[in-house]
């Protein structure tokens, strides 16, 4: 791990979590959450890159219209419903306390409020979004104190996951897998000392080792209760509900996949997880996808979500979540 021997105790957020889904970023998220001097929402915002993109880099919300727009489209988001069913609302008034001219100060009110600590405790805040892997760029000339913590997981347990919890095909998740980490990576040696990379297989086999470098990574002392869990990380796939970290939850893919299905995974992704140290048990090239392939399988794809989200919510909340997505 890139871990900053600089980093100072003056650091308080933003600090995003980051990675493909179904990488332990909420373990990861979690973990940190034990720590006295962390507060990190439950629930992902997804609203900020949107926000960033439709407001600007200086987003001067002071003005009454554009604050009265904004905190309709917070209010709309997912994030903000999903904490509503948690029985936690932020108002107006709550909102309007932040600098409304710097998305900084206003995320701050936001996450705090969010977080487990609440808006009084003087935590270092931040967000676990995964999709902002590919945002980071953006993210950084929004909050320019912003640290990124990037987690990253085996790819052939990582498509595993993928199918098994939402049906997503292997072999495009695969293709994703690539494409996404080499390109955030490139990101990661432009953002410095201000971008960490860990393991979830050594989060899971080395957990105290794993949270002190990630620690140093955010200038906090590492904590022995952030490896017992008060409350369970994941609510999908093996480790559902587990108050422990599930160190036998990798390299499930040897008895789950067929021999030929890990084959063509690992040609997928052959030279990136030869230079991330994931050895191929198979594959002796590199052979990404064709692009009528990828074409065909997102489509493929996009039904398996839709469906996931409607066996979850039924039809008409599954409609709204998948528009308020888009």
Known sequence: MG?????????????????????????????LNEHLDVSIPPAETHFIVPAIKRYGLQPRLDGGHRFEKF????????FYRNMKSMGKILS????????????????????????????????????????????????????????????LRDPRD???????????????????WRNDIQAARQV?????????????????????????????????????????????SENLGDATGQRRIVDSNQQKYLSQFAPDTVRRIEEIVYPLAIELGYTPCFATHFSPLYPTETIF????????????HFDEKGIRQGLAYLYRSL
């Open 297 to 308: 399988l997102r489509f493929q794809d996009g039904m398996a979500w839709t469906k996931f």
């Open 71 to 78: 905190y309709a489209e917070l209010a709309g988001s997912t």
């Open 3 to 31: 871990a900053n021997d600089l980093c100072s105790s003056l650091f308080c957020g933003p600090l995003f979590i980051v990675g493909r889904p179904r990488s332990g970023t909420k373990l990861l998220r979690t973990l």
């Open 188 to 232: 990661g040696e432009q953002l410095g000392e201000d971008y960490a990379e860990i393991r979830f297989e050594k989060l899971l086999s080395a957990p105290e080792e794993t949270l002190r470098a990630v620690c140093a990574f955010v200038g906090i002392d590492y904590l022995p209760a952030m490896v017992n869990m008060s409350l369970p």
């Open 158 to 176: 990582y498509c595993l996951s993928m199918l098994k919890v939402w049906g997503r095909n292997s072999l495009l998740s695969a293709e994703l």
């Open 92 to 151: 107006k008034a709550q909102l309007q306390s932040a600098d409304l001219s710097s998305w900084a100060s206003i995320c701050e009110v936001i996450l705090k409020f969010y977080g487990p600590k609440g808006l009084e405790h003087a935590a270092l805040w931040g967000d676990k979004t995964p999709s902002y892997l590919t945002h980071m760029a953006l993210l950084k000339r929004a909050f320019p104190a912003a640290r990124f913590l990037h987690i």
